[in-house]
């Protein structure tokens, strides 16, 4: 049986990449699964704080925690894994995936990898995604668009770089959350698969300080934002089970 990882990953910071991984991984949780979480930002592990006791920090600056994570990636396994990749180790990890010829080694042994990468508005993000695309057809790939982000200049939309990434066929689209609620979906303390779990919030679970349970204005606006991007996770999942399956019979 197929198993997913999930390489999330943007050139800079300030993308709302780890908040992404996030929502892959409770994405998961709500399925049922116990997905393994790895957060490469060994400074500030933000996705860490999220799901304490469940993500593995790894430093990619120590060749130890850099086997050991690619030794883990290549290994089976029966649910899904998720790789936050720090803008900081963005060349670093994925110099090391091509050096180790990591996506050919997963698939061999049934785990199929997903790069999910998202650009920001500038030049340079778009032509490292699109670098990033090309290195590894091997890989199922993303484009992910953050409206928080919002658009590119006209320079930068009139480029090759930037006409190519955002005609890729996968795409996932980010909508804007209202700003009054955006800190609260950010606080590491809410779980978000709790939160949709309890019926978009309606219940608070004991001990819960999140604000999210606060009022009915913040349960709808902040379940509803959810609801969909999970959808999204979703409905992209299913479609890259349906590639994964045809690649038996013929290449991605």
């Known amino acids: 049986m197929k198993s997913y990882t999930y390489i999330i990953a943007s050139l800079h910071a300030r993308t709302g990449k780890t908040l992404l ?13 116990y997905p393994e979480i790895f957060d490469t930002d060994a400074t500030e592990r933000k996705l860490a704080a999220c799901f ?19 030794d883990t990636l290549t290994a089976p396994a029966a649910v899904p894994r998720i790789v936050d990749v720090t ?3 963005f060349r670093k990890f994925f110099k090391l995936m091509q050096e180790i010829g990591y ?10 990898p997903v790069i999910v990468y998202i650009p920001d508005r500038e030049m340079e993000s778009y032509e490292q995604g699109r670098i990033l695309r090309d290195h590894f ?11 928080l982000i919002g658009k590119p200049d006209r320079q930068v939309q009139q480029s090759d770089h930037y006409k190519s990434l955002m005609a890729h066929e996968l795409n996932l689209y980010i909508p804007l959350l209202d700003p009054m609620f955006a800190s609260v979906v950010d606080d590491p303390k809410l779980s978000l698969s709790d939160f949709m779990g309890e019926t ?15 009022s009915l204005e913040a349960r709808a606006s902040i379940g509803g934002w959810l609801k969909g991007m ?12 349906l590639r994964a399956d045809l690649s038996f019979r013929r290449p991605l």
Do not use: W
Request: hydrophobic letters at 40%; glycine letters at 8%; proline letters at 4%.
């Open 103 to 112: 996506a050919a080694e997963a698939r061999a042994r049934e785990i199929e």
């Open 200 to 214: 978009a919030g309606e219940r608070r679970p004991p001990g819960e300080l999140s604000l999210a349970y606060l």
């Open 52 to 70: 304490p006791g469940r993500a593995v920090v790894t430093d990619l600056d120590r060749v130890t925690d850099q086997m050991k994570l690619f």
């Open 87 to 89: 803008h900081r180790g």
């Open 137 to 147: 057809k091997d890989c199922h790939f993303i484009v992910a668009e953050n409206a």
């Open 230 to 241: 999970f959808g999204e996770i979703r409905r992209l999942g299913e479609v890259i089970k």
């Open 21 to 33: 991984a996030r929502l892959f991984a409770d994405n998961a949780i709500l399925t049922g699964q």
